[in-house]
């Protein structure tokens, strides 16, 4: 089944005393462009992250939020300065000695000194941290595979709609285009009695001219291609495989054949249905810039 590159998927956990919350979003692109925004302290997990994108996704432009919170208070480190301490005993006493002070240097005095008791965050576990960001990441991935797939659902009956109504465009060329010939074959003769009046008609040249034309005029080989372009693109869209490159390409040769039997087409009806093939396969290639 078809995919759209353009979707939203979000993932909320809570793991080790933390509530993670994973956002994808992602808009059309012609390669794969991943962005991955989390706080510089768990920068450890981006390139985690980016590997998780870049196997549920093959292109888009992917951004990626990550937000992280506390639910507990955070672990935390204290830890005395024991040169700092030394060095403020020190000094007090021999301010003390200096001059002539009386006195204890009491615990509570060196404690309020600056950068004596140092409180620091515990270090993280990484690996444990970088597991519980990954988690989070594949479950706004599940998320955003979920909208991408149920658009994809609404781009495949579309693309289906408009490839049944290019055979139906087809078909009337096939049909039409021998009738041009003999059209053209009625006329000529029509021309030539009124021009030559009771002389006879040369069958042999009236043939040839209008053999001339019928090659000319011919679009069999062109519409033999389209059918076999349609039967591709019906193949491609049933294969559930990410093939958005590979259409905008077959979308290509499609209207090269199109514009083929445009430049042929020597009718107003058959001119009128390439206008009209013209604008339904850019219709299809619109909708085919939003497949992954």
């Known amino acids: 089944m078809l995919k759209s590159m353009t979707g939203y998927g979000r993932g909320e956990l809570t793991l080790h005393g933390r509530a993670i919350t994973v956002e994808v979003r992602s808009v059309n692109n012609r390669y794969l462009d991943c962005s991955v925004r989390l706080p510089r302290a768990y920068a450890c997990a981006e390139d985690g992250i980016q590997r998780a994108v870049k196997h549920a996704v093959s292109r888009g432009k992917v951004d990626v939020f990550v937000t992280v919170e506390q639910e507990a208070a955070e672990a935390v480190a204290v830890r005395v300065n024991?040169?700092?301490?030394?060095?403020y005993v020190a000094a007090f006493r021999a301010m003390a000695e200096q001059f002539h002070l009386t006195g204890e240097v009491s615990l509570d005095l060196v404690a309020r000194m600056p950068d004596v008791v140092q409180v620091e965050k515990a270090p993280e576990n990484l690996e444990e941290l970088?597991?519980?960001?990954?988690?989070?990441?594949?479950?706004?991935?599940?998320?955003?595979?979920?909208?991408?797939?149920?658009?994809?659902?609404?781009?495949?009956?579309d693309l289906a709609q408009r490839l049944d109504t290019m055979e139906q465009y087809v078909a009337v060329v096939e049909r039409r285009s021998p009738e041009t010939v003999a059209a053209y074959r009625e006329r000529?003769?029509?021309?030539?009695?009124?021009?030559?009046?009771?002389?006879?008609?040369?069958?042999?040249r009236v043939l040839t001219e209008v053999a001339v034309f019928a090659d000319k005029v011919a679009v069999a080989e062109e519409t033999v291609r389209l059918?076999?372009?349609i039967a591709q693109f019906r193949a491609m869209i049933d294969g559930g495989q990410p093939i958005g490159r590979k259409l905008d390409f077959l979308i290509?040769?499609?209207?090269r054949e199109t514009n083929t039997i445009g430049s042929k087409c020597n009718d107003l009806e058959l001119s009128t249905v390439v206008v009209d093939m013209k604008a339904e396969l850019e219709k299809i290639r619109e909708q085919v810039q939003n497949v992954e």
């Open 227 to 229: 059918t076999s372009h």
């Open 188 to 204: 000529l003769y029509s021309r030539i009695q009124e021009t030559l009046a009771d002389r006879q008609i040369d069958e042999g």
């Open 130 to 157: 970088t597991e519980d960001l990954l988690a989070a990441t594949q479950a706004a991935l599940a998320d955003f595979d979920t909208m991408r797939t149920r658009e994809g659902e609404k781009l495949y009956e």
């Open 252 to 255: 290509q040769e499609m209207n």
């Open 82 to 87: 024991e040169a700092m301490a030394a060095g």
